[in-house]
């Protein structure tokens, strides 16, 4: 008598309609948990070794039924605990297993390349981390998803047509267009049992405790490639464990910085107020490090945020040019650096430098600050204000409304000499093709701005030493 047929007489000789296996779900004469050389015979000193028997819920009608427990051993693997669960009063049965020993060392992947109908009846440990997979048919039964069984690679198929046509009536009777397509999956699944071409069957466990039969134990099989590899810190995770890594804490004064919010004590610079500034480490993608500044004012309510190159000047300037086509263009990342002038050509508008100050927003942000500082002007509005002027700027206004609308194409210019500002390139990394970015060489006068002339990087200590 084989161990499992020890647990349970019922298994492997039509067992209940419940029953939560794969392979017992199979077709009649195809494999059953029961069948084949998976499981080491007990042997006659072991003819007292009975099953553990434990009453428990039935989840079908909710009566009280019986769950056995028994340890039992496949050759060439591990031991391994098979339950058993049978009610009496609706006949609902149940079988699973879970592995006997601790999580392994490594994760195991076990590829089969399945040609014969005869490597379906081929034995399965799947646990519950396991993911299967069948890459010919793009399918996947992700970790998680299903209780560790114990079936064949057919019982594994047979498992997941079952689940895919449970809802079929419930969804052909709704006319959902989704249950023909379901219908030519499941269609395709069937082609597989019956081994019509070649195809390749994946399990992937980062515990190392599934398994896959080789029927020429101990010799080589040549259709079965196993795997193992190093989990990932998010496999360890997943499996509850928890690595040497995640368990140091970072020593690294700048990785601090990076996963902090620094704060500190200033004053409103409209109320004079007591105020908080917090100043946090950004990392922008494709891109450098920035600090970003936020102050806010209990008191009077004023808000102010200010963004800061996290690097230094670059070698070279930066001028990057927008064709602005669609209004998603609107929600496009933009880093405005206090070196960076802003041009529309359209417009014939220009913002010099030192403008606005550093800015971390989008575009449709940008635009609207900058149509902010232009119509609010003190010198711009009341009795004084000139008529022709205050014309063109509500032309102004109105232009600058219909290129965040999307109504009207223009070419938006970022010129940052410190090669500071930044541009989202919602292609990256590829080419934007609406968008060029260009280095140039700084003219004198503006590293005069920059205070580039007068600085001395190279060669300072010859300097310092003569002056004493």
Aim: proline share 6%.
């Amino acid at each position: 008598m084989s161990a499992l047929r020890a647990l349970d007489p019922g298994v492997g000789a039509g067992v209940g309609p419940g029953s939560a296996t794969a392979a017992a779900s199979g077709p009649p004469g195809g494999p059953t948990l029961a069948s084949g050389n998976l499981f080491h015979p007990i042997s006659s000193e072991d003819e007292e070794q009975q099953p553990t028997e434990i009453e428990s819920l039935c989840m079908n009608c909710y009566g009280n039924g019986t769950t056995r427990l028994l340890l039992t051993k496949i050759p060439f693997f591990k031991e391994i605990i098979v339950s058993s669960f049978s009610c009496e009063h609706c006949g609902w049965s149940n079988t699973e297993i879970q592995s006997a020993g601790r999580i392994q060392e490594q994760g195991v992947r076990y590829t089969l390349s399945v040609r014969v109908p005869e490597d379906m009846n081929r034995e399965v440990v799947k646990t519950d981390c396991a993911t299967a997979r069948i890459p010919e048919l793009d399918f996947e039964i992700p970790a998680f998803s299903q209780k560790g069984a114990l079936t064949t690679v057919e019982g594994l198929i047979s498992r997941a047509i079952s689940g895919l046509e449970q809802d079929q009536p419930a969804r052909r009777a709704t006319g959902e267009t989704m249950a023909g397509k379901i219908d030519e999956f499941i269609a395709r699944l069937k082609q597989l049992k019956r081994v019509d071409s070649p195809f390749t069957f994946i399990i992937d466990d980062p515990s190392g405790n599934s398994f896959v039969e080789n029927p020429h134990a101990p010799r080589k099989d040549d259709s079965l490639v196993i795997t193992h590899y190093t989990r990932t810190p998010q496999q360890g995770d997943m499996l509850g464990l928890k690595t040497e890594e995640s368990e140091e804490k970072s020593t690294d004064p700048v990785e601090d910085l990076r996963n902090e919010v620094l704060q500190f004590n200033t004053n409103c610079p409209e109320c004079n107020a007591p105020a908080t500034t917090n100043m946090k480490l950004v990392q922008i993608p494709h891109f450098k490090e920035v600090i970003i500044m936020a102050t806010n004012c209990e008191n009077c309510g004023h808000r102010t945020n200010e963004v800061k190159s996290g690097g230094a000047v670059e070698p070279l300037g930066t001028r990057i040019t927008l064709h602005i086509t669609d209004p998603s263009d609107m929600t496009r990342d933009i880093l405005k650096s206090e070196t960076c002038s802003v041009e529309i050509p359209e417009l014939e508008f220009e913002l010099g430098m030192g403008a606005l100050g550093g800015k971390f927003t989008t575009l449709e942000g940008l635009l609207k600050d900058i149509c902010d500082l232009v119509t609010r002007n003190p010198f711009t509005l009341g009795d004084s204000s000139h008529p022709d002027r205050t014309e063109k700027l509500e032309e102004f206004s109105q232009k600058l409304d219909q290129i965040i609308e999307g109504k009207m194409n223009a070419h938006f210019i970022l010129d940052d000499p410190a090669g500071n500002s930044y541009l989202q390139n919602v292609y990256a990394p590829e080419d934007d093709p609406e968008m060029k970015v260009e280095r140039y060489k700084r003219t004198f006068d503006q590293n005069e701005e920059l205070g580039l002339n007068d600085m001395k990087t190279e060669g300072y200590e010859t300097g310092l030493a003569s002056q004493r």
